[in-house]
Structures are given as structure tokens and as C-alpha cells.
């Protein structure tokens, strides 16, 4: 670690709630919603129809910009590039969608001029200037009914805005999903304004899912199931729907971020192209072998092991090999590392808090050195393949390109 | 490829239907089922309640020993253990499932025998006696309502025979999913007489999972998604399942065979130990990291690229890491191809037959060379960071080794 002692740390993923947006959600008497009827009276955020046991506990943490000034500050990031957490605005009907998206951008960037004042203010360890520090992703009017215009307006507002950097975004689009030909235009206006898209599940998988013989089982295994396994499988769902809908053979330059390091994507890529060489329906749609297109997406590191990132840039590193017409291109250490370079680190906080010993969350966590940061911080390094300077970007400075920090 | 045209091929995954199986399917009138009432009068396999596009096309292939025998003469591979394609027994009810098991275990082994006899009256490009070269997994009688003992029974019947080798079987068990405590005298006896059991997925996601709104969407991408991505889920969820159940915990020694090389599991495991760990219901039930038990697990090598295997091989490889009380250890080489050891090659024939231009299925393939098995075994020589042994070990000779060929 001692070699990275110089680098520059940004936090892609790393989510919040406005306090417009709590206010709103503690109003609602149906999910999602939070609400206090746990045993001990905290604040509990439900969030699907179905919820595994009432939800997660959330504080100041979710809300307030000390809280993760502090956490940055404590943990050497330089910038955090925030971003709504789930659910974002689903659950609206199509006006309150829009005038919320307006509503939240306009706090997002309150939040980071508050958080510049914090850091002006205080000896944060940080080498970057205070008014970097603290950016956004937007957030978008996407909920059933919402004309498509709206959505491209957001875009562009949120383009004029210098806090705001890009555009979180879930899986289920207008209602839906994110390959429905409606939301054309909204590919065509991002790839335009080079906006980076963040894409970040939110639903898992099925209603079903937690019956008997459903594909989480009735055993009790928490929260377990649906967040390490159905997230990332709902990312590569909506992922996939995105490549075989031919919205990257339309929109090469779109700047797409998948969470959680593609999710479940990467792994089953060959699979999924040896699935679409072999099935009429799609044989011969695409320009090129679905894996060429996982060469054109962004990645966060948020996966908690080294193998884990290895594997994701190899994948990435081969993409050309699979561009139509090309010449069989080897893989080399330099495709890889320009695979790596399509990568950046995250943290998912406030999620996974650091716990007691027997699992419950340490709510006073002002003091608290989180794993989720160190692991996947130890996951960059501990990449043998990996040079130096791959892993410096791996760190920041892929974002800080990126994003132009 | 020409240093390793002395290897020897064993083919851990490949299918068939008995023809006693093939006759009750074509008697059903509820799915699943085969029917003729495609547009072309051609016989379709239906298999789940919401069947896309009404089936896919079967014939002989499915069920002939004769053109198995020369598909695998024409790819040089020397040794089959065939097995059961879904849905397996699981639509039957009890009694007709220990019924159909205890046929389906003979007609399995009529099966090899009739290879034997083909073998030795051809001129098969094989190295390994005519005996050898056809073994199967039988089937067990998983079924809701079966009771335990009876797949008890089952297993040393199986085990009794000298030419099935293991079991196959889906992610439902007994109807309530293989972590339900009922299946413990199976895993108990399995682990016992070292028979190796073969986990399959057959229903990938939710019923609702094509609904607009769902994981897969409404836009027509034929097969592709529920294959590509909801089989390797299904599994995903079924091993993780298990692994948090505590079952690798009872039953050290069971020999768990893991289809498409782990699903999504491998890509998720260091997300899986993450969310344990902060999880109250689950982090202190297991005696391991969840990482550990990867390594206990056996892989196929039907990942169709290079890099997904070599991803699989070093999540095996860095198991022992996460062994409880282990001095931390580091991977090395030495490790990885001990975890190469655990993987062995398959063709899932006869699924992903050969196509046309279009798309559509070449169904006299008595001259065709399939892609699915060139691109798993170049998948096996092109990868780059395995020894030549390493590979040939995962064509031929871990799977000689596990089942005693």
C-alpha cells in the first residue's frame, strides 16, 4: 500500500438521499417508504413491495453532507461523486417524477456546495481543492408516463451544471426497460452531451423469488440473496437488454457505467454470445459479438476482490478481438491495462456500515474505518497483473479523466 | 492445438432423453411436453409453464445413442457421461417419480451398453477401449412429496452400477429448494459413497421475468436472455444456497459438479463474502468465508472463452485464503492449477446445434462440426496463464480422476 501512499482516491459510487426526497419518503404510508414500526423505533427504509424483514436502518448517514464529508476525510478520498440511492423516482406518477428530478438536482447541488464549505472550512487530508471535492450524478424524470422530452431536458440541464456530472439511472427506464425504442432520443442526447450514465439496480429479481421454490428459498439468509446475487443480476439483465437492442451499435460514443463491475455480466459474456450466434431471433442483428461491447462500457471496482477485478479488465481487454472485421487482436498487457482503464473505484456507502460481532449496524460510525472501503481499496492493489500506474487509475485518476474532475 | 492432439477428451456435459422419457413427454398435454403443433409439423421440446416461442426443435440427436456415438467420433472425443436434460422428474408426482427414476437408471445403463456395442464394432478414433467411453449421471427422484429415504435409496443404487458414475440434478430438490434441512440424509449419503452430483438449472428466473416490466423485458430477443443469463442465475442462487445452508460445513467431502463453470457465482463470490459479513442473520453461521467453499466445488469448462475460465480457475485457486485460521495465504501458481484440477470439459450437446445463415437449426448434422464444441476446447488451450498439463487436465484427466474412468 505504501507505493500508493501518492494517489488520488474518487469514490464513483457512493449514494445519498436528500433531505427533500426523506421528508417525502417518511410521508408515505405505502412502500417505498421509511418508516419507524421496527421493535426498537428506529428509522427503517423499505423499499420493495416485498421486503425482506422491514427493511434497512437509515440515519443522518443517508442525509446529512457532515456524515460524509467525514467519511471521506477519514478514509483519504479526495472526491465523491454522490449519487441518489435507489429507488430514485419509479414511484411517482409522470408529474411529481418531473418536478422531483428538477427538485433533486437542484438539491444535489446544494449538497456539494455544502460539502465545499465543509472541506473549505476544515484540514481535510485531501490534496484536491476543496471545490472539487463533492459531485453528483443527476438524477432523471424516469417513472411510467413521463414523455421521453422530459427526460432529454433533464439531461441538458443537468449538462450546464458544474457540480453535476452525469445521470444515475435504474433498470426499468419509462416502465419499460431501458431497451423500449421510447427512450431512443435519451441515448441519442447523452452520447451527444457526453454525459456518463450510471447504471445501478434496484429491483433484483422477481416477486417470486422468495417462495419456497423460488430462487432465493424460504431459509432465512437476511438480506443476503436479493443484494449479493439479484443485484448484480439485474445490472447484467439490463445491460444485456441495452447491447442486443443495438443501442451501442446506434450510440457507439454513449458513456454507460455499470455498478458493481457489470454485475454478473462480464463472467457470462461468452456464454451470451454463444447464445446469440445460435438464436434466430437476434443471430444477426448486432454489428459485432456481444463481447466487443463490453469493451465500450465503464465499470466501478466495486466487487471486493482482486480476482474478481482481474477478471473484469482481461474481458474488457479482449473486446476487440470481437470487433466485426477486425483481425483476431491478441490479448496483450497493454489491452488489458487499457481495459483497466475503463474501471474505477467505489464504495457503496452508506451501505454495508460497519457492524458489531454479531451483524448489527455500529450506528455512530464517526470513527469507524469501513471495510467496504479497505477491501476494495486492498482489491486495486492486490491485482498481481496489474501495473502501478493501472492501479493508480483504477484509484482516481480514471474518474478524474472521465468525468473531466 | 497440436501439442495437445494426445489428449484425452471426456465430455462431462452432454444430454440426452431416454426414449421410455421421450414418449411420456410426447403423451403430455400440459407442458412440459413434446408437441407437433409448430408451423412446420416439427417435434418441439416445451419445457416451462411460459414457453418462449413454443419450444425448441428435438430429434434423434436427443435421443439416439447412434448419432451421440458419432458426434463423438467426429470431435474426437473419447469418453461421454451423459445425462438427463430438464426437466428432469420434477413434474411428476411421488410416486411416479421413484417409478421414472429407477427406469430412467436402466435405460441409462442399456444406454451405455448399446454405445459399447457401437464402439466396438466401429472404428472410433478413440485411444480408451470401447467400454469405457459411454458412462451417464442417472437421476434421482426429486420430486415434491418423494420422500428423502427414497433418494437415498437412489444414490446407492446408482452407486451399485457400473456404468452411471453420479447424479444429475435441478435446483429444486424435494420442491422447497437443496437448502431445505429435508435433503440432509442426501448429501450425507452422496458425500458417503463419493459419488459426484451434477447441479443443472432448468428454470432460470421468475415466471414474471418477461412481463414488461420484468428482468427480461418484452422486446423479442428469442431464447437468448433466459439462456445466456437466467440458467447461470438459477444456478448461482441454488449454490450460494447451499454453501449458506451449511452444507459443504456437514458434508466436506461431497462432490458438488457445478454447471457453466459456477454460473454467476464465481464473478460474485467476493460480493457474497461481503454481504455476509454485514449481514446479522448470516455472519456467524458459516465456519468459513463463503470464498472457501468455491473451492471445494467442481466446475465444467462450459464458459466458451478463455478468460471466464481462467477467472474460475483463480477464484478456486485463492480458496485456502479463506479458510478459518489459515495463516493468510497467497496465491500462487501452484494454487491455481490446483484449482484447475477441479475443472472439466463439456459440450452441452445437443443443445446449441449448428445453424444456418439465419439462425435456424441444421438438423441433419451427421457432418457438422459443432461451435459449441470447438470454442470450449480452444477456450481450454488459449488460456494463457495455464500449463499444458493444467489443460490437458481439464480436457480429459481431472474428469478421469474425479469418476474413476
Not at 417524477?97 to 464549505?117: G, I, K, P, R
Not at 417513472?143 to 421521453?148: L, Q, S, T
Not at 449479493?228 to 460514443?253: C, K, Q, S
Request: proline share 5%; glycine share 8%.
Amino acid at each position: 500500500m505504501s507505493k500508493m501512499s501518492r494517489r488520488i482516491i474518487v469514490d464513483c459510487h457512493t449514494h445519498i438521499y436528500t433531505k427533500r426526497l426523506v421528508l417525502l419518503l417518511r410521508s408515505r404510508t405505502v412502500n417505498p417508504r421509511i418508516h419507524t414500526n421496527s421493535p426498537d423505533g428506529s428509522e427503517k427504509l423499505a423499499i420493495l413491495p416485498q421486503e425482506v424483514s422491514g427493511g434497512r436502518t437509515v440515519g443522518p448517514q443517508y442525509w446529512d453532507v457532515r456524515n460524509k464529508v467525514s467519511f471521506m476525510n477519514r478514509h483519504m478520498i479526495d472526491i465523491s461523486i454522490v449519487s441518489l440511492a435507489n429507488p430514485w423516482l419509479d414511484f411517482l406518477d409522470a408529474p411529481q417524477a418531473v418536478t422531483s428530478a428538477h427538485e433533486c438536482n437542484a438539491d444535489l447541488e446544494q449538497y456539494c456546495f455544502d460539502a465545499t464549505q465543509l472541506f473549505a472550512s476544515g484540514q481535510g487530508a485531501s490534496k484536491v481543492e476543496a471545490e472539487r471535492r463533492m459531485k453528483a450524478f443527476g438524477i432523471l424524470p424516469l417513472a411510467e408516463g413521463v414523455d421521453p422530452k422530459e427526460v432529454v431536458k433533464s439531461l441538458e440541464s443537468i449538462a450546464s451544471s458544474s457540480s453535476l456530472c452525469g445521470a444515475i439511472l435504474g433498470s426499468r427506464g419509462l416502465g419499460k426497460g431501458l431497451d423500449h425504442p421510447e427512450l431512443e432520443p435519451v441515448w441519442a442526447k447523452a452520447a451527444e452531451l457526453g454525459l456518463v450514465l450510471f447504471l445501478h439496480p434496484h429491483y433484483g429479481v422477481g416477486a417470486d423469488a422468495s417462495q419456497p421454490s423460488g430462487l432465493w428459498g424460504s431459509q432465512d439468509n437476511g438480506h443476503v440473496l436479493p443484494l449479493a446475487l439479484g443485484f448484480p443480476f439485474e445490472t447484467a439483465a439490463a445491460t444485456a437488454r441495452l447491447i442486443l437492442a443495438g443501442v451501442f451499435d446506434r450510440h457507439p460514443n454513449l458513456r454507460l457505467l455499470v455498478a458493481h463491475s457489470g454485475g454478473a455480466l462480464p463472467i457470462l459474456s461468452s456464454r451470451l454470445a454463444s447464445c446469440v450466434a445460435h438464436d434466430p431471433h437476434v443471430c444477426n442483428r448486432l454489428k459485432h459479438d456481444p463481447r466487443y461491447y463490453l469493451g465500450k462500457l465503464y465499470y466501478d471496482a466495486v466487487a471486493y476482490g482482486p480476482e474478481e477485478l482481474e477478471a473484469v479488465a482481461n474481458i474488457i481487454g479482449r473486446a476487440d478481438r470481437y470487433k466485426s472485421g477486425a483481425a483476431a487482436a491478441k490479448i496483450t498487457r497493454e489491452s488489458v491495462e487499457k481495459g483497466v482503464q475503463r474501471m474505477m473505484f467505489g464504495t457503496d456507502h452508506p451501505f454495508f456500515p460497519p457492524t458489531k460481532s454479531d451483524g448489527t449496524v455500529i450506528t455512530d460510525d464517526q470513527t469507524e474505518t469501513w471495510r467496504s472501503v479497505t477491501e476494495n481499496l486492498e482489491a486495486i492493489s492486490d491485482v498481481a497483473a496489474w501495473s502501478h500506474s493501472a492501479k493508480l487509475g483504477v484509484a482516481g485518476q480514471n474518474a478524474v479523466k472521465l468525468f473531466g474532475l
